[in-house]
């Protein structure tokens, strides 16, 4: 099993920036992929960006320039850094991994909140 753990949400100005962490622990080693979710009051949980082992990494369009996802296979974490961050990112950051055979896991999720 694999269990994940967020950090990092609160609450920003417009075009400020965030960094959220995600750790893992666990069975690490059969963690596929692993990525950031998000949820906003009324709205279905949306991708917002994710990266496999090797790097390669995958953005919603409505981040692509703003958000970076990198990944520390040593520490078994995920980090999603956002920049020039709007309104329309207030939502819950939640991490996932997805494991090599197909199975999902799901962190607690953080707040982040973008408002003047």
């Known amino acids: 099993q694999v269990q994940l753990v967020e950090s990092g949400g609160d609450l920003v100005q417009p075009g400020g920036s965030l960094r959220l962490s995600c750790a893992a622990s666990?069975?690490?080693?059969?963690?596929?992929?692993m990525g950031w979710y998000r949820q906003a009051p009324g709205k279905q949980r949306e991708l917002v960006a994710s990266?496999?082992?090797?790097?390669?990494?995958n953005y919603a369009d409505f981040v692509k320039g703003r958000f970076t996802i990198s990944r520390d296979n040593a520490k078994s974490t995920v980090y999603l850094q956002m920049n020039s961050l709007k309104p329309e990112d207030t939502a819950v950051y939640y991490c996932n991994a997805r494991l090599y055979n197909n199975i999902y896991y799901w962190g607690q999720g953080t707040q982040v909140t973008v408002s003047s």
């Open positions: 666990g069975t690490t080693f059969t963690i596929y992929s």
């Open positions: 990266i496999i082992k090797s790097d390669s990494a």
